[in-house]
């Protein structure tokens, strides 16, 4: 009899695997805590959260109960014309998280979704009142996700190629890092004095497909400030950083000027389910409020709100809003400084950043020809020293579920010293 990962390979298309040349997948069985099992008998922990979505852990018990209680009352109900507890609570209890001026949800069924929605209502907002402002700013190395608006205000790169000529016009600006921050604010001045910008779309903090890139809070107030200037909208994706990952609920909670729209999805329901939230400042809202039926906001999926994934969120933010839950992130945020800190000067290491739970390394190798190549070598090192870790070419990176314990830490930190050993004797400069 065939195993899950033979039968697999016969009739799945895996999402970024080029399937010609990919190891058939790992068939996992359960999970528990940080710890995927699979069909082989092997153990491994999930020290990037699966994608970045799984902040509690594998298969918590809270999350389980409350969503199997769910499925026995109601698993789904059309959300236009009609409501449930579930909605109507997650809306209430995730305004109360969020900066003051967030005062309305839109559902969908993703982060892509969640940034096309963004996207949408401000394009639609400046329409509707006649005013030509139609171009996006967007950080050139960011990622918003992978439907053809996201795509668009995304960094063009080998990925987007092919769809290059579908997608729309966007003002890209540099990342503010450290060093960078005066450029950044003088490319967005320049970027607003054309007066026909709608919005500006960023990751808040840090931009994780990018490599984790981080940049500080301070030029990010000051960008936003200049945007509220000219009335352009600020959109936080708050895809990834949601949630704790930056050390705080949010990524904005570092901010003193607040975002007009925000983007939530991956660390939302814990990992659990597939769900996107759009929230939106009441101005933007009450614009949409009309006589004229053609100002309706004419975007819905079939599955907006779906019960199920709402209890999914209400029962992880019952996880977030415990006093434990900042303790981790505080706890997991100084372990990572201390691994950061025994690496710096080390050989092989080129550069070190830190934001909360999220620690990368990025690997000094010789020339970008040997990137694939490396990537794999690291990869497979992890795998093999039972540990799921992907790194983004030389750059590795930790974003652990926050219910990973000292010891779990400590091996996947191993790893990483394991992969500084190899860069050094293989790939380095
Ligand atoms: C992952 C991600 C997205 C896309 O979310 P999907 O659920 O994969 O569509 C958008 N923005 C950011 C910042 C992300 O990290």
Redesign the pocket.
């Known amino acids: 009899m065939l195993n899950l990962s033979e039968r697999d390979v016969l009739v799945n298309w895996h999402p970024y695997t080029q399937m010609h040349t990919a190891a058939p997948p790992i068939g996992i069985t359960r999970g528990e805590g940080t710890l995927l099992f699979s069909e082989d008998g092997r153990t491994f922990i999930d020290a990037v959260s699966s994608?970045?979505v799984n902040i509690h852990g594998h298969a918590h018990p809270h999350i389980a109960t409350k969503v199997s209680e769910q499925l026995r009352t109601l698993e789904h109900v059309i959300f236009a014309g009609f409501t449930h507890a579930p909605a109507v609570e997650l809306s209430e209890r995730l305004l109360k998280l969020l900066p003051e001026n967030q005062s309305r949800v839109f559902f969908s069924d993703?982060?892509?979704?969640?940034?096309e929605v963004a996207m949408k209502m401000c394009l639609q907002y400046w329409f509707d009142r006649g005013e030509a402002r139609t171009k996006i700013i967007a950080f050139k190395d960011?990622?918003?996700?992978?439907?053809f608006g996201?795509m668009s205000v995304s960094e063009r790169s080998a990925f987007t190629r092919p769809f290059q000529q579908y997608l729309f016009d966007v003002v890209f600006i540099d990342v503010p890092v450290v060093g960078q921050e005066e450029q950044t604010v003088a490319q967005l001045q320049a970027a607003l004095a054309t007066g026909d910008i709608a919005a500006f779309i960023f990751?808040p903090l840090v931009l994780?497909?990018a490599g984790m890139v981080m940049y500080e809070p301070a030029v990010l107030d000051r960008l936003i400030k200049l945007c509220q200037e000219q009335q352009v909208f600020t959109i936080a994706?708050?895809?990834?950083?949601g949630f704790g990952r930056t050390g705080r609920r949010f990524a904005c909670d570092y901010l003193h000027q607040q975002p007009d729209l925000m983007?939530f999805?991956?660390g939302l329901t814990g990992g659990t389910m597939?769900m996107?939230v759009t929230t939106c400042t009441d101005t933007l809202y009450s614009s949409f409020l009309s006589e004229d039926k053609t100002k309706t906001f004419f975007h819905g999926h079939s599955y907006t709100a779906n019960p199920i994934a709402c209890s999914a969120a209400l029962a992880s933010l019952d996880l977030v809003e415990q006093d434990t839950f900042l303790k981790d992130l505080a706890r997991i945020s100084a372990s990572h400084q201390i691994f950061a800190q025994s690496l710096q000067g080390k050989p092989g290491i080129k550069d070190i950043r830190q934001t909360g739970t999220i620690l990368a390394i990025e690997f000094a190798t010789d020339t970008t020809s040997y990137f694939n190549n490396l990537r794999d070598t690291l990869y497979n090192f992890a795998i093999d020293s039972g540990v799921l870790l992907r790194p983004l070419g030389n750059i590795v990176y930790v974003l652990p579920p926050f219910c990973i314990t000292q010891e779990e830490l400590e091996k996947v930190y191993a790893v990483i010293t394991g992969m500084r050993e190899l860069v050094v004797e293989s790939f380095s400069a």
Not at 110 to 115: E, H
Not at 142 to 147: A, E, L, P, R
Not at 237 to 241: C, F, Q, S
């Open positions: 994608w970045w993703n982060g892509s979704t969640a940034v960011s990622y918003h996700g992978d439907t996201a990751e994780g497909t994706d708050e895809v990834m950083t983007c999805s991956k597939a996107g």
